[in-house]
């Protein structure tokens, strides 16, 4: 299924966003529909105020800035009242023992949960039992981060089917929501890794069911006709430090992107950082139409834009 002739629907299937295993190219595509939709829009000014009197509460740790500031940004220019939990050690599954805590903060006006914790697999704890929609934003497994590595490479190549995405640094955190929405979008993907540090067979097999997908040892043979690279924040050897010099393996204008955090001169170079493939940091500020999407579709009202 192509993006570019996709139809949105201003609906989800899943009013929910934990994992993009889960998740529908369908639904896919409409998210990032919309958070183009609402870049461009806002950016002349024009209003979307879909979550108007309704309360989204953020749970997170005090030290997660990046996603707080996101966070409070979307809810606020969506019209809702933002409301952050702070969670400094404790898990969701201690913090929120039980159904009837989360029946009770339903009850009290909150219409959807977004989850930015230190625990991988909050979100999903949290889904079990809550009957308001919950939204992964953890900043290692979130669909919301691969989601905007996804808008920023269709805004740039005007299409996201037939590319081909070289990812340096393995696929190891417990979620594939990068690999599994990338290749769902017709991406074909080439994973670089030491040997022992490639994604499951069962994920792999997943993702070959939609298209092309290969391991690699070297970065070099890995990254030959790549349209995207993506850099994983990992701790290999000097062998899989990514510097500007690799860019000659790859196809011409290839975009350069990252998990965040950076690790300069562990994962990638100062160079290739700042050279002119980077896309890095609209990478990440592609986070914010992205949740404004996600909240739209899930608790908001999609209808035309209100200037």
Known sequence: MNINGYTPKQTLNDKALVTLQSTTTEDIYEILHLARDIKKKQSVGE???CLSGQHIALLT????????????????ELGGNPITVSLPGASIAEELKDPDTTEIVKRLGVSAVVVDTEFLHDAEVLENYSTMPVINANGR???????????TIWEHKGKLQGLKMAIIGGVD???YSLIASAAKCGIDLNVICPDGSEPPAEILNYCSQFGYVEVFENIEDGIRGADVIFIMNHNFNKEFLFTDQYFKYA???ALLLHSMPVTRNVDISEE???SPNAVIYEQAANALPVLKAVLALTVGNTSPFNR
């Open 61 to 76: 740790k005090p030290s997660y800035v990046r996603s707080r500031i996101t966070f409070q940004i979307a809810v606020s």
């Open 173 to 175: 955190n417990g979620d």
């Open 251 to 253: 196809n011409k204008e």
């Open 272 to 274: 290739a950082l700042n």
């Open 47 to 49: 209003k979307f105020i």
């Open 141 to 151: 497994t979130s669909p919301c981060q691969s989601l905007a590595a996804l808008l």
